[in-house]
């Protein structure tokens, strides 16, 4: 089987990775000696919308004959992902501990976010091919 748009492998990379960091470690707080990691699960809501949008981007690759659903669906997931970053940020910087690290689940976010990006755009030229092929009939 070969994938012919591109942008499908890109939404599937961006599920795979976001679906990596509802499991994985955001970062590691030193409490009292302590080193304790940050999950998602740790924050309900923080999951929740890491689940959403994992099946988000899921259900827009299999919406490859609905270009304007599967844009709509892409955008989405992108202000998800950028929400969700932020509210990583802000989780770790508020941190009344003292010793903060990056175990790089975040960056799991990021490079979601870019190939959700990159899928965007490849959804937006097979919509300018379409249109200029109806245009020529």
Known sequence: MIIQRIQSLYLLIATVLSGFFC???????????????????????????????TLLLFISIFL?????????????????????EATVFILIFSSEAGMISWTGGALLLLGSFIFTLLAYRGINKDQKILRESDRIR
């Open 23 to 53: 499991v994985s470690s955001i970062g590691s707080v030193k409490v009292e000696e302590t080193l304790m990691n940050v999950y998602p699960k740790d924050n309900p809501v923080m999951l929740i919308v890491g689940i959403l949008i």
């Open 64 to 84: 490859f004959k609905d270009l304007k659903r599967q844009k709509t669906i892409a955008l989405l997931s992108m202000f998800l992902i950028i929400a969700t």
